[in-house]
């Protein structure tokens, strides 16, 4: 992954066109890059999101979508029950029962 200016950018490999493409995922607006060689391709993200800001502020538009910090989760029954239960018995919500157990797997 590639970071700039706190955005994130994610690369793959087009073996027939032989060329290193990404795309910036955390963004209200769909941009790419690509690069013929991996010392070529942070330069290609790093302008593509330079670009896109430039852009935003002489349109006067917000660059960076918002989370929400809502999320809908389909989970089994007895996954909701159990987590409610560890959560009931730690003394805490199962919202953030939930938040800290993304925490701690977000840090490993």
């Known amino acids: 992954?590639?970071?700039?200016?706190?955005?994130?950018?994610v690369v793959e490999f087009d073996d027939?066109?032989?060329v290193?493409?990404?795309?910036?995922?955390?963004?209200?607006?769909?941009?790419?890059?690509?690069?013929k060689s991996t010392t070529t391709i942070k330069?290609?993200?790093?302008?593509?999101?330079?670009?896109?800001?430039k852009t935003c502020k002489?349109?006067?538009?917000?660059p960076k979508k918002s989370f929400s910090g809502n999320i809908r989760l389909r989970i089994p029954p007895d996954?909701?029950?159990?987590?409610?239960?560890n959560a009931s018995e730690k003394g805490s919500s199962l919202n953030?029962?939930?938040t800290?157990?993304?925490?701690h797997e977000m840090s490993v």
């Open 96 to 98: 953030q029962f939930i």
């Open 58 to 62: 002489e349109n006067n538009i917000e």
């Open 1 to 9: 992954m590639l970071k700039h200016k706190g955005y994130t950018g």
């Open 100 to 103: 800290e157990a993304l925490i």
């Open 43 to 53: 330069k290609a993200f790093v302008d593509s999101v330079d670009c896109y800001l």
């Open 20 to 35: 290193l493409f990404g795309r910036v995922i955390d963004l209200n607006a769909v941009i790419t890059f690509e690069a």
């Open 79 to 85: 996954i909701h029950q159990q987590a409610f239960v």
């Open 16 to 18: 027939e066109a032989n």
